[in-house]
């Protein structure tokens, strides 16, 4: 169906009843704004080709006069539809619409991979499914006994909203763009100034690396200092994301059994050294114990006569 003009085609479609009686008159667009209703029903025309390529359409002051409506909300619906390219300016010559059919792909590539999956079931990858499936370990992440979580109904919102408020009202510019690849840098220096007091950690800024969290941290750290294939200690029992992580990047879970004293290696475990050790010393999780001195210089010693990165989830000493 090609339209004569603009309005006759919008006029019995826009919606202006009150709520109690939609649907008495065309109820093709929901009650929505009038500027958004406009947009929505120019938008339908051009993807139908209602409204073919390169037709003129009539100036927002005429549209909106036609359509007894203000001119701010036709330049709604014309902006919205420049912005997102259904439409094209021509300076001095008006509003017309775009060309939007899609690119022509050449004849002579031939699609040797299936799109989908045949069995239509999932399009994900083998790797996007185990993604997937590991991205949780329950539906439930917090209430009583979920270890690790603590009760986040009693987090004080008040003081941290009110603290927010704050720091917002004299917010630098520097913090809503993107920062620097490590973190920004305050940030850095107050982290590494807190370690080298509390935790005698002997570091400085340019070693501190802002993350999301563990998974990004593991993730980051994995892909700077390991290969595919390589393998990683892991505890048995250990955090579900740390198994996860590691799949996802092609690294073998090699599990160690923990007893009270943490991680506890067998012979033939050592006999492999690893390129990791992931290790939660401090407090293992999920079972609490933290790991004895010795088993800490014996995991040091081999990994630095292996040349193994020993990792530490230290997630719950603040
Ligand atoms: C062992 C362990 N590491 C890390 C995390 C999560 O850490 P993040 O907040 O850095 O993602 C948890 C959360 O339960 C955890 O149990």
Redesign the pocket.
């Known amino acids: 169906m090609r339209i004569a003009s603009l309005s006759d085609y919008l006029l019995p479609r826009v919606n202006r009843a009150p709520a109690s009686q939609e649907g008495a008159r065309i109820p093709r667009v929901p009650r929505a704004p009038v500027n958004r209703q406009i947009y929505q029903l120019i938008r339908e025309a051009i993807l139908a080709q209602t409204l073919p390529a390169g037709l003129q359409l009539p100036s927002s002051r005429d549209l909106a006069g036609e359509l007894g409506t203000s001119r701010n909300t036709v330049t709604y619906a014309y902006e919205q539809l420049l912005a997102e390219g259904y439409l094209e300016s021509r300076a001095g010559a008006g509003t017309f619409v775009a060309d939007t059919a899609p690119d022509q792909i050449p004849e002579t590539v031939e699609r040797t991979v299936p799109l989908t999956d045949p069995s239509g079931k999932s399009e994900l990858s083998a790797r996007g499914a185990m993604l997937t499936r590991q991205a949780g370990v329950s539906d439930k992440q917090w209430g009583a006994f979920m270890?690790?979580?603590p009760d986040v109904t009693q987090f004080p919102s008040k003081v941290w909203s009110r603290l927010q408020n704050k720091h917002w009202r004299r917010s630098q510019a520097e913090m809503l763009t993107y920062g620097p690849g490590a973190g920004y840098g305050p940030l850095r220096e107050a982290i590494a100034e807190y370690l080298r007091i509390s935790r005698s950690v002997n570091c400085n800024a340019s070693q501190v690396l802002i993350?999301?969290?563990?998974?990004q941290?593991l993730d980051t750290v994995v892909k700077l200092l390991g290969e595919h294939g390589d393998s990683a200690w892991i505890e048995d029992p250990?955090?579900w994301?740390?198994r996860s992580v590691l799949n996802s990047l092609g690294i073998e879970s090699v599990p160690i059994p923990v007893d009270q004293e943490g991680m506890r290696m067998r012979l033939a475990n050592l006999r492999r050294p690893p390129r990791f050790i992931c290790t939660?010393p401090s407090h293992q999780?999920?079972l609490g114990m933290v790991m004895s001195l010795s088993r800490r210089r014996m995991l040091l010693e081999y990994a630095a006569t292996h040349k193994v990165w020993i990792i530490e989830?230290d997630?719950?000493s603040e």
Not at 211 to 215: A, E
Request: net charge negative; glycine share 16%.
């Open positions: 270890p690790g979580i993350t999301t969290g563990i998974h941290s250990c955090y994301g740390t939660t999780y999920p989830d997630y719950d």
